[in-house]
T-cell receptor
Framework: KQEVTQIPAALSVPEGENLVLNCSFTDSAIYNLQWFRQDPGKGLTSLLLIQSSQREQTSGRLNASLDKSSGRSTLYIAASQPGDSATYLCAVRRGFGNEKLTFGTGTRLTIIP | AAGVIQSPRHLIKEKRETATLKCYPIPRHDTVYWYQQGPGQDPQFLISFYEKMQSDKGSIPDRFSAQQFSDYHSELNMSSLELGDSALYFC???????????????FGPGTRLTVL
């Protein structure tokens, strides 16, 4: 059974700093991995999707990397801003015919102005 | 750009009542997914549909059923509601075929169900 872990559960950093969020998964046989952000009580916003054959994806100040063999992904946020404060979730999908996303429990990020 | 639409956004029901949640996927998306997120929990996959057929099933209780219609919208029907069913219910959509194939699951804003 796939287990997805995100450590730390919460992180506070001063505005302007670069930071890295971690995601690890137990079963390396994944189809893709997706990073989301969730604001309190709100929906999930897709940030980046990395296919299993890819090593990284970039969007603006965000860069996500994937090391499938070691079961790890990182989300790098450059020049953090207060608006980045949210919970960040990673989710893995097992296979093309397997639809479900298995989510990690998230990292609650607070950017201190 | 059009997003996933869910209705209602908030729903309050009594125990043992029934509820129907609706999901309208992004135009030209053919696949819908339902997830349940309890308080302080990560989202849990319930069920998915592709081209009106069930494509995968997760931890969906027998009291719940869902379907996808010819216009690709989906409904999640929940009966004999229990207090533990109180949660945020998300619908997501993606496209497996055609010119807009995308593996990214795009989530709607969710329906917050409260069972009293």
């Amino acid at each position: 059974k796939q287990e997805v872990t995100q450590i730390p559960a919460a992180l506070s950093v001063p505005e302007g700093e670069n930071l890295v969020l971690n995601c690890s998964f137990t079963d390396s046989a994944i189809y893709n991995l997706q990073w989301f952000r969730q604001d309190p009580g709100k929906g999930l916003t897709s940030l980046l999707l990395i296919q299993s054959s890819q090593r990284e994806q970039t969007s603006g100040r965000l860069n996500a990397s994937l090391d499938k063999s070691s079961g790890r992904s990182t989300l790098y946020i450059a020049a953090s801003q207060p608006g980045d404060s949210a919970t960040y979730l990673c989710a893995v999908r097992r296979g093309f015919g397997n639809e479900k996303l298995t989510f990690g429990t998230g990292t609650r990020l607070t950017i201190i102005p | 750009a059009a997003g996933v639409i869910q209705s209602p956004r908030h729903l309050i029901k009594e125990k043992r009542e029934t509820a129907t949640l609706k999901c309208y996927p992004i135009p030209r998306h053919d696949t819908v997914y339902w997830y349940q997120q309890g308080p302080g929990q990560d989202p849990q996959f319930l069920i998915s549909f592709y081209e009106k057929m069930q494509s995968d099933k997760g931890s969906i209780p027998d009291r719940f059923s869902a379907q996808q219609f010819s216009d690709y919208h989906s409904e999640l029907n929940m009966s004999s509601l229990e207090l533990g069913d109180s949660a945020l219910y998300f619908c997501a959509s993606s496209s497996k075929s055609g010119l807009v194939r995308s593996d990214t699951q795009y989530f709607g804003p969710g329906t917050r169900l409260t069972v009293l």
